[in-house]
């Protein structure tokens, strides 16, 4: 095994077990806690860590640990529905137009490149308070602001593949548009998909713990990571737990999902790693 590839595979592995890791502690975590993420203690607030409350107590007397888990739930799956429905779009938008050709590509394209001059963050910004529905509202409109990159290299590899000998042969014998284009096309483009799927849930994580953060994204009595450290950094000075262990996990997911996704783009694409290294 050459250094370069050493390198991809410990970098993928180190990504995925940490999001392992990550993952049981989010989602098993709860059942060991001794208090509920939506419990509160009147007579322990911004108490420290404690056998009662492991990571200490908010200024109202709710657990960190417990909030900090339901947060990064929250966070964690908005990441991967958000990057799973982009990346689904960005497939059917970009093999339609590649394969289709003429007046729907132009079109489609036109689509793509209007959205990519606007500032995703701050339309996002702008939509999400003012439709009902909170959470899913918001990761609907996430995954409507992040499919047009993909979907351009989706498009321009299906217009390579349309002129391929076997998309070509089962074009002749009859084969529905929409039949090749599944069981021809998009075969072909799952390492693409794959990858830029796992890069988008650190993306998406960051844009949903970023708006929560301004008042914009998770609303009351719910709780994301960005909510969790807006309402800490207040007392971060005197009262650091809050605060540091919500963005401590952020940091933590963020990193292990973009580790995971850049092993698995230079495992797909070997030349990516030497040039980056090189650099």
């Known amino acids: ?18 999001l392992a890791l990550l993952c049981t502690l989010v989602f098993l975590g709860p059942l060991v806690s001794p208090s509920g993420w939506d419990d509160t203690d009147l007579t322990a607030l911004h108490e ?5 409350h492991w990571l200490g107590t908010t200024q109202s007397g709710r657990d960190v640990f417990a909030l900090t888990l339901r947060g990064a739930r929250t966070s964690l799956l908005a990441g991967l529905f958000v990057a ?3 990346t689904g779009l960005a497939a059917v938008i970009g093999a339609a137009a590649g394969y289709a050709g003429g ?8 689509g793509a490149d209007l ?28 995954a409507a602001l992040m499919w047009m ?6 498009r321009a590899m299906t217009v390579s593949l349309r002129r391929s000998e076997h998309v070509l042969a089962a074009r002749y014998l009859g084969v529905g548009a929409p039949r090749v284009v599944v069981r021809h096309v998009l075969p072909h483009l799952a390492s693409l998909l794959a990858v830029d799927a796992s890069l988008n849930v650190g993306v998406a994580i960051v844009a949903e713990s970023g708006l929560s953060y301004l008042g914009f994204g998770v609303r009351p009595p719910d709780v994301s990571l960005g909510t969790l450290i807006a309402d800490g950094q207040g007392t971060a000075a005197a009262h650091p737990w809050p605060f540091a262990f919500a963005a401590g996990l952020l940091v933590l997911v963020v990193l292990a999902v973009n580790l995971l996704g850049d092993g698995l783009r230079d495992a797909f694409d070997p030349t990516a790693g030497p040039v980056r290294d090189a650099r």
């Not at 050459?2 to 995925?16: E, I, L």
């Not at 420290?48 to 009662?52: C, I, L």
């Not at 990159?149 to 989706?154: E, I, M, S, Y």
């Open 103 to 110: 007046r729907l590509d132009r079109v489609l394209m036109w």
């Open 84 to 86: 799973a429905a982009a």
């Open 48 to 52: 420290g860590p404690s056998a009662r």
């Open 115 to 142: 959205l990519l001059v606007l500032p995703a963050f701050l339309v996002a910004a702008v939509l999400a308070p003012r439709l009902p529905g909170g959470l899913p509202v918001l990761m609907a409109v996430l």
């Open 149 to 154: 990159v993909t979907a351009r290299a989706v």
């Open 1 to 18: 095994m050459t250094g370069g590839c050493a390198r991809t595979s410990r970098r993928a592995a180190a990504g995925f077990l940490l």
